[in-house]
């Protein structure tokens, strides 16, 4: 198994392309041009190609100059792709690549296809909901190379990055990357697969995946190492990756336990030693128990700081809370509780992450986790460093209702990237600390 992060740091964010920062959308463009060329710019054997595939789920493409050019390109090469797109967010951008796609063929046969998903009152693909948008953010392919020029098979990506200007090069953003792991990408496969189909999932994903466990996995799994077959307890995990995806909807409240940041956060043992950061877009009333328990983690001896979205436009302010940080007032009213002051900070990031550096309980959510260097968390906790991420901004929305994915990983190389992430906001043009 192969890990690797990518991320976008514009020098002066939501200003020109001059300003923007491609670094992860080209690479997402380089994964997809894996699928039909080699490293060395060779075009790769037609029957490589023809076997090939590319999923894709995405919310926005306004503005954008990247990743769809190579998704044409590898179906003209005979690459079969597939792309989800947000009805709620569809733009000149997105219908080009619609009619692009829908046209694409190798020696006759179409290789492209573009689906905008509808359910009634639903804008989303498996939610139901009234409301509810498809706001997913996955990448699926099965055979390209990584990052040094290697051979990969059944990558999988996730992150916050849209397709286009203003969330995929003119903010901060994150994306995780995972190779060679067959579990995972089996499992993350079907999941892109139901939401394709628009299967009728009821309104919890993760009660839908316990009832049909023999969906997502493969028999053969335990032979290769896996801790389990297929997902039993509703949750995608990899032992061998370290890496555990949450997806939305999920019929989560404050305390059934389903809400993947407060079960992290719940996991937490506080003392002197804990490092908690959080770099969010949005912070909005209805997770106001996530601010009750960073008070509680705060006063048992947590550092915590967050930077939030500073909001220039005064129509998305009447959205956000009606403040130019979008932190609503009663989740700052809750953090100004604390005995220790919680910090926060503006800038302009598009991420959804949460950085844990402290001792933490076994994952009640997925008790199939293991440390990661192998084996069970002891009663008392281990010392871990722990990143989760995806496309689930801090709303209520975002959790119970839309289509999401929340990644957390315990990698310790993954964790020292986006760490280096956050201390490049703290150091970008926008950043100021916010004193409520």
């Known amino acids: 198994m192969t890990l690797e ?100 063929t190798y020696k006759g046969r179409h290789t492209g296809k573009f689906k905008i998903c509808q359910k009634g009152r639903s804008l989303a693909c498996l939610s139901s909901a009234k409301g509810a948008i498809m706001h997913s953010k996955i990448l699926l392919i099965n055979d390209t190379f990584t990052r040094e020029g290697t051979s990969a098979k059944r990558v999988f990506w996730s992150g916050s990055a849209n397709l286009g200007g203003p969330s995929g090069e003119k903010t901060y953003n994150n994306g995780l990357t995972v190779y060679n792991d067959r579990k995972l ?27 049909h466990p023999g969906r997502y996995g493969y028999s053969g799994a335990s032979a290769d190492g896996y801790t389990s077959q297929w997902a039993y307890n509703g949750m995608f995990y990899s032992n061998l990756a370290n890496v555990t995806i949450y997806a939305t909807p999920i019929y989560a409240t404050p305390t059934n336990g389903k809400d993947p940041v407060l079960n992290l956060l719940n996991r937490v043992v506080p003392d002197d030693q804990c490092r908690i950061r959080l770099q969010q877009n949005r912070f909005k009333y209805r997770r106001i128990a996530v601010a009750e328990k960073l008070v ?57 992450t949460i950085l844990v550096d402290a001792v933490l309980k076994a994952n009640r959510l997925n008790p199939e986790e293991q440390l990661p260097g192998g084996g069970s968390w002891p009663s008392d906790g281990s010392r871990t460093k722990l990143v989760q991420a995806g496309s689930a901004a801090l709303t209520g929305s975002n959790l119970v209702v839309s289509d999401e994915v929340t990644t957390e990983t315990t990698d310790a190389g993954v964790y020292d990237d986006y760490l280096e992430h956050w201390k490049a906001i703290l150091k970008s043009r926008e950043i100021h600390n916010f004193p409520y």
């Not at 789920?57 to 769809?68: A, L, Q, T």
């Not at 989800?84 to 692009?100: F, P, V, Y």
């Open 185 to 211: 990408f089996t499992q993350t496969r079907r999941m892109w697969n139901d939401m394709w189909e628009e299967r009728s999932i009821g309104s919890s994903y993760l009660q839908y995946i316990k009832d």
């Open 296 to 352: 509680e983690l705060a006063d048992g001896g947590c550092k915590i700081s967050g930077v939030y979205f500073e909001d220039d436009l005064r129509v998305n302010r009447i959205a956000h809370c009606q403040q130019y940080i979008r932190i609503c007032r009663p989740i700052l009213d809750v953090l100004k509780t604390s005995s220790r002051r919680i910090e926060a900070a503006w800038a302009k990031p598009h991420d959804k």
């Open 5 to 104: 992060s990518n991320f976008s740091r514009p020098y002066k964010s939501i200003s020109s392309s001059a300003n923007s920062d491609f670094s992860l959308l080209n690479d997402l463009e380089r994964l997809i041009r894996g699928t039909y060329r080699k490293p060395s710019g060779a075009t790769r054997p037609e029957a490589e190609r023809l076997g090939n595939y590319v999923l894709l789920s995405v919310s926005r493409m306004e503005n954008s100059h990247r990743v769809g050019r190579e998704l044409v390109r590898a179906a003209k090469a005979g690459v079969q792709v597939r792309v989800i797109h947000g009805k709620a967010s569809q733009s000149h951008e997105s219908r080009a690549l619609a009619s692009a796609l829908q046209s694409a």
